[in-house]
């Protein structure tokens, strides 16, 4: 049986885009329009999975209006999901876009119960078998230690799981610990795991992170820069075309799954950082958490420089 991609979102969320001209105090704003979307890191790598052709699926707690809404976007999309549900609402975060900017506002979420805890633990161990690629995305909502993504990776590296990792803070810190397969943090995420500024000694950092955990693959994303790669001892740079950026939401997300799905299929190394590097342009590129589109990664493909160092 094929090797199946999945992913873990255990604070999911309703992205809600309110597009207006301007903000003005103390007077009506006009909205234009308004687009939700299913966000979530884990929920976003299945879906430019999903978009480049890709087989994954997304398990994530889901519950309330909200999480049946994403439920039904995802069936739109056609993304494969597996619901732990939740007694409560799933999270919204507001977003409203205008001329001068965007402005961000992130509701409060669930608190997680330990039933649901347990429940979510079993369905990753009843679903996963030898081989497979699990990838532990995202922050840790209220009422979930931070030590869980640590405790599952351990538990999936004694099925023969591949597992990657992308988080932040505390989860971030502790679930290295276990020693995943691969990491993708940002140049900020790497920072904080190392309690220090690296500035120009990005190489030194990276690999000073893999020899302290075991960490097989480091991807760092930087942006506009593109990304350094750190694939059993060899290092690569990745260098992105310069692309209008309409929303840098996703554009992470986009390399790792782009990277993860064409490492399964047996690509080299070179060949899936070029995709990855690809579908992260391509992600800035749509307006909202659309992430990216196909025929967008496919265009920027040979404009995509990797380089062995």
Do not use: W
């Given at each position: 049986?094929?090797?199946?991609?999945?992913?873990?979102?255990?604070?999911?969320?309703?992205?809600?885009?309110?597009y207006a001209?301007?903000?003005?105090?103390?007077?009506?704003?006009?909205?234009?329009?308004?687009?939700?979307?299913?966000?979530?890191?884990?929920?976003?790598?299945?879906?430019?999975?999903?978009?480049?052709?890709?087989?994954?699926?997304?398990?994530?707690?889901?519950?309330?209006?909200?999480?049946?809404?994403?439920?039904?976007?995802?069936?739109?999309?056609?993304?494969?999901?597996?619901?732990?549900?939740?007694?409560?609402?799933?999270?919204?975060?507001?977003?409203?876009?205008?001329?001068?900017?965007?402005?961000?506002?992130?509701?409060?979420?669930?608190?997680?119960?330990?039933?649901?805890?347990?429940?979510?633990?079993?369905?990753?161990?009843?679903?996963?078998?030898?081989?497979?690629?699990?990838?532990?995305?995202?922050?840790?909502?209220?009422?979930?230690?931070?030590?869980?993504?640590?405790?599952?990776?351990?538990?999936?590296?004694?099925?023969?799981?591949?597992?990657?990792?992308?988080?932040?803070?505390?989860?971030?810190?502790?679930?290295?610990?276990?020693?995943?397969?691969?990491?993708?943090?940002?140049?900020?995420?790497?920072?904080?795991?190392?309690?220090?500024?690296?500035?120009?000694?990005?190489?030194?950092?990276?690999?000073?992170?893999?020899?302290?955990?075991?960490?097989?693959?480091?991807l760092l994303?930087?942006?506009?820069?593109?990304?350094?790669?750190?694939?059993?001892?060899?290092?690569?740079?990745?260098?992105?075309?310069?692309?209008?950026?309409?929303?840098?939401v996703g554009?992470?997300?986009?390399?790792?799954?782009?990277?993860?799905?064409?490492?399964?299929?047996?690509?080299?190394?070179?060949?899936?950082?070029?995709?990855?590097?690809?579908?992260?342009?391509?992600?800035?590129?749509?307006?909202?958490?659309?992430?990216?589109?196909?025929?967008?990664?496919?265009?920027?493909?040979?404009?995509?420089?990797?380089?062995?160092?």
């Amino acid at each position: 049986m094929k090797n199946v991609i999945f992913t873990l979102t255990l604070n999911p969320a309703l992205d809600r885009f309110l597009y207006a001209n301007r903000l003005v105090q103390d007077d009506t704003v006009r909205i234009r329009q308004v687009r939700d979307y299913p966000a979530g890191k884990g929920i976003d790598v299945s879906r430019a999975i999903n978009e480049l052709d890709g087989h994954s699926v997304a398990i994530s707690f889901l519950g309330g209006h909200n999480g049946r809404e994403i439920e039904e976007m995802l069936d739109e999309e056609g993304v494969v999901y597996a619901t732990v549900r939740s007694e409560f609402e799933t999270r919204m975060n507001i977003l409203v876009e205008t001329d001068e900017g965007q402005y961000r506002m992130s509701l409060p979420g669930p608190r997680i119960s330990e039933r649901e805890i347990e429940k979510l633990c079993k369905t990753v161990d009843v679903l996963l078998r030898e081989g497979d690629t699990l990838l532990l995305c995202g922050s840790v909502p209220e009422g979930v230690d931070p030590s869980i993504y640590r405790k599952i990776c351990s538990n999936m590296k004694e099925k023969s799981v591949s597992v990657y990792l992308d988080s932040d803070k505390e989860p971030f810190a502790e679930g290295v610990k276990a020693s995943p397969k691969g990491i993708k943090p940002n140049t900020h995420e790497l920072q904080r795991l190392l309690g220090r500024e690296v500035e120009d000694r990005t190489e030194e950092a990276v690999r000073e992170v893999a020899s302290k955990y075991s960490v097989e693959e480091i991807l760092l994303t930087m942006g506009a820069r593109g990304a350094m790669a750190l694939v059993n001892g060899e290092l690569y740079t990745v260098r992105v075309p310069k692309v209008p950026v309409k929303s840098a939401v996703g554009a992470g997300d986009s390399f790792l799954g782009a990277y993860c799905m064409h490492r399964e299929s047996g690509a080299s190394v070179e060949e899936s950082l070029r995709m990855a590097g690809a579908a992260s342009s391509a992600a800035v590129m749509t307006p909202g958490t659309e992430l990216c589109r196909k025929e967008d990664v496919l265009e920027l493909l040979s404009k995509v420089e990797v380089t062995l160092r």
